[in-house]
């Protein structure tokens, strides 16, 4: 049997450990984690939706209607009137033929990819995706090539060289970096090379293009541009699940082929209406959207002159980049130490020695709040001119 205790050890030396925090109390950037009351800026509750009146009384007002449970998977008996109406939502928000709406965006990306490519099908993935794509790809069979993060050159290159059914996919806005993709250059060599576009906007729905339409109506690319979208709906929308739109057929091969949506059990019924009423607060959300751009920007002036190294991102995941394991789980401490709660994410979540403070930005927070942040950055910021004596 593997030793699991040594395992863990080996874990905890090399700075790797993962820990959960008890949260309690509702998601926002006030928050109750292990007793302590912390102002986080981690969550990707973007637009501040997670808590929002309107959602919560559609839940209320529809669970005696709905009941709670889901009952049974769709193809069985589980397939809501409120889970149909949802999808005409999320089809018309998309501005897509129709969608379908999965149980998590984990499970979409699995259930997707591995319908969509088969033995003998080339994938071709961005470096940087996140793992559930990376997952997806695996359990697909398909054989996967990875491309530099963004480096369309690098991918119209495999492309030409490879023959059979091609794929690419990539996140839409990165997880982790908080970077866009180059959606039309993507589009364009995947038409010049007859390929399948996967698009997995998690963290772009809500947030960029019109009406926080996502990252692909940005990027001014119809379905015809990116046959496949996914997205979350548990980051800027605030509740759960996840949904790919595209055309009718899509639709109707995925329903047939997709084992993550075929073998579940569908979603509350009550959590499909919660999410129609939040895709109406998103559609009239361009006060939040502004809020949130002001938020991002005030916080990307202040870090850079504190002299913190951030990346080129307009979205609101801002990474802080710090290097090692160790520094990111200490500059972290520090700042739970000043009542604010920002988590150091470490390999394999990202490369070796790229640990980060993936700080995220919400509609929910407030200008006072960013600054909050910034003096306590600015108190920390000593611990990273010296950091082999400072992290010791
Ligand atoms: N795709 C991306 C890019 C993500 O960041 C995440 C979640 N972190 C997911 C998919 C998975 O979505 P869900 O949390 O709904 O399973």
Known sequence: MRNFAKEIEERKQAGLYRTRRLVSGPQQPELTADGKPLLSFCSNDYLGLANHPA??????????????????SHLICGHHDAHYQLEERLAKFTRRSSALFFSTGYMANMGVISALAGRGDTIFSDRLNHASIIDGCILSRARIRRYGHGDVAALETMLAETSGHKLVVTDGVFSMDG????????????????????VDDAHGIGVLGPEGR???????????????????????????GAFVAGSELLMDYLVQKARTYIYTTAMPPAVAMATCTSLDVIERGDYLRSHLEALIERFRTGARALGYELMASHTPIQPIMVGTNDAALALSKALEDRGLLVTAIRPPTVPAGEARLRVTLSAAHRMADVDRLLAALKECRPMMEAPETAWA
Do not use: F
């Open 214 to 240: 996502g990252s692909v109506l940005d990027a001014g690319l119809t379905e015809e541009d990116v046959p496949v979208l996914i997205g979350t709906l548990g980051k800027a929308v605030g509740t759960s």
């Open 55 to 72: 959602n919560i009384e559609t839940l209320k007002n529809a669970l005696p209607e709905t009941g709670l449970g889901g009952g049974a």
């Open 179 to 198: 970077d866009v993709a180059p959606l039309r250059e993507l589009a364009r060599v995947c038409r010049e090379h007859d390929a399948l576009l996967i």
